[in-house]
C-alpha cells in the first residue's frame, strides 16, 4: 500500500536548529498556499490507494480543523489506516483536538524536542515541560492517544542530567512512539551557522561534544527499551504496532504521493521534488503549472541503504554483499549479516553514515 504527505511550511517561529525550508512566512500566502495543495491534489492521478496520510513541514497543526478536512475530501481511499499530524506543542485545546479527531487524525507527532527549559530557550521553541504534559492529556482526552514525542540529543546547554530529565518525562507520559535525533550542524541552520562562524549566539558555544550527543542518544536507546519501546529504524522507536505505518514506506520504499512546497514523491522507479520556494510553488499552482522541480531515477542501491535504517535489517544476497565491499563493515564492527540479512548493529548505528556513503 502506498502512501500521501502533505507539506505544509508555515511556522510560528524558526528554529535555531531547523534546516527545513519552512519558517515565519507571510499571512497573505497562506490561504493561497492551501488553494494550490487542495488543486495540486485535485489534479493528482492516482496511481494507488493509499492507505496512510502524513501532515509535516512546517507546523501543520496551524492549519483550522475545517480546512484539514477539506484537504482530505480530495484524497482517495478514506478511511486511511494512520494520519499523522506533526503539531507544535502550544495552544492545543480541547476543542482543537476534537476538531482534528473529527477530520481523520489518528496520530499526533509533538514537536517537544526537550523537557528542559534552558535548552528550549536556545531553540527558539515557545512551550514549556507543563505545557507538553497538559495537551498530551487533552489529546487522549479526545481520543488522540497514538502519540509521538521528538527529541533532540545534543541541544545547547543538554548535559547527561538534563537529558535524562526528559526521558524520565517521556516515560512518564507513556507515549507508544519516541523520535531521537542527533543535533545536526550545518549552514543551513541558524544554529549551525553559528556554531561554524565560531559565533556565540543561540548557545552555539555551550554544544556538548559529539560524544556527550551520542552518549545521551545511547542512553535514549537503553532507557525507551527498558519500557518496550524498541528501536526500529535509526531515529525511531515504538512499542509493538505502533510504529508509523507512513514513515516505514520511505524506509521499505513503497511508493507514496507528495504534494506542497518541498515534497517529495516516488512511485517506486522515479523520485519527484516539488519547489521548495513557497511563493514560487503558489504562482506555479496559480498558473496551472507543475510546481515539480526534480526528477531522478531510484538508484538500485537505494533498497539498500534506506533498509539498513531499520532494526529489521535488509536483505541482501552474499554475492551482492562481497561485490559491495559491505564486508569490511562486518570487520569493523558495524554491520552484522547473518541469513542474507544485513543490519546495523549498534556501533554502526552512530557510524551509520560511513556505512551509506559505501552504498551512495
Ligand atoms: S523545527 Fe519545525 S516548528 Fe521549528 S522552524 Fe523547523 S519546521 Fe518549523
Known amino acids: 500500500m502506498a502512501g500521501v504527505y502533505l507539506s505544509y511550511p508555515f ?127 487533552v489529546l487522549r482526552e479526545a481520543g488522540l492517544d497514538n502519540i509521538n514525542v521528538d527529541l533532540i540529543a545534543g541541544l545547547a546547554f543538554q548535559t547527561r542530567e538534563s537529558w535524562n530529565d526528559s526521558l524520565d518525562h517521556v516515560l512518564r507520559l507513556g507515549v507508544p512512539h519516541v523520535s531521537v535525533y542527533i543535533l545536526e550542524i550545518d549552514e543551513d541552520s541558524r544554529l549551525g551557522l553559528e556554531v561554524l562562524t565560531n559565533g556565540p549566539r543561540y548557545g552555539a558555544s555551550h554544544l556538548p561534544s559529539e560524544e556527550q550527543a551520542a552518549e545521551h542518544y545511547e542512553i535514549a536507546v537503553e532507557r525507551l527499551a527498558s519500557v518496550g519501546i524498541h528501536r526500529y529504524e535509526i531515529s525511531n522507536f515504538a512499542r ?60 538500485p542501491r537505494e533498497r539498500l541503504w534506506v533498509g539498513l535504517r531499520l532494526s529489521e535489517g535488509v536483505r541482501i544476497e552474499a554475492a551482492e554483499f562481497e561485490e559491495l565491499g559491505l564486508r569490511r563493515f562486518v570487520d569493523a564492527g558495524l554491520v552484522d549479516y547473518a541469513d542474507g540479512v544485513a543490519r546495523l548493529t549498534n556501533r554502526g548505528v552512530l557510524l551509520s553514515n560511513e556505512v551509506f556513503q559505501t552504498l551512495v
Not at 483550522?64 to 506533526?86: C, K, M, N, Q, Y
Not at 509493538?240 to 518541498?262: M, Q, V
Open 240 to 299: 509493538t504496532g505502533f510504529e508509523s505505518a507512513h514513515n516505514l514506506k520511505y524506509w521499505r520504499l513503497e511508493p507514496y504521493a507528495g504534494f506542497g512546497s518541498d515534497s517529495h514523491a516516488f512511485d517506486g522507479a522515479i523520485r519527484r521534488q516539488n519547489s521548495d520556494d513557497v511563493a514560487r510553488y503558489v504562482d506555479l499552482m496559480e498558473r496551472g503549472e507543475s510546481p515539480c522541480v526534480e526528477q531522478t531515477a531510484a538508484s
Open 11 to 137: 511556522c510560528g517561529q524558526k528554529c535555531t536548529y531547523c534546516n527545513f525550508a519552512s519558517g515565519v512566512l507571510p499571512a497573505s500566502l497562506e490561504p493561497r498556499y492551501l488553494a494550490a495543495l487542495r488543486s495540486e491534489i485535485e489534479r493528482h492521478e492516482w496511481r494507488f490507494t493509499p492507505d496512510t496520510v502524513y501532515l509535516g513541514g512546517g507546523t501543520p497543526s496551524r492549519i483550522e480543523p475545517a480546512a484539514l478536512s477539506h484537504l482530505f475530501d480530495a484524497i482517495p481511499g478514506r478511511p486511511w489506516r494512520e494520519v499523522t499530524l506533526e503539531a507544535a506543542p502550544g495552544g492545543i485545546t480541547a476543542t482543537i483536538a476534537r476538531g482534528w479527531w473529527e477530520a481523520g487524525i489518528t496520530r499526533v507527532s509533538l514537536g517537544v524536542q526537550s523537557f528542559d527549559t534552558r535548552e528550549l530557550r536556545q531553540t527558539a521553541r515557545k512551550h514549556d515541560a507543563e505545557t507538553v504534559i497538559r495537551e498530551a492529556g
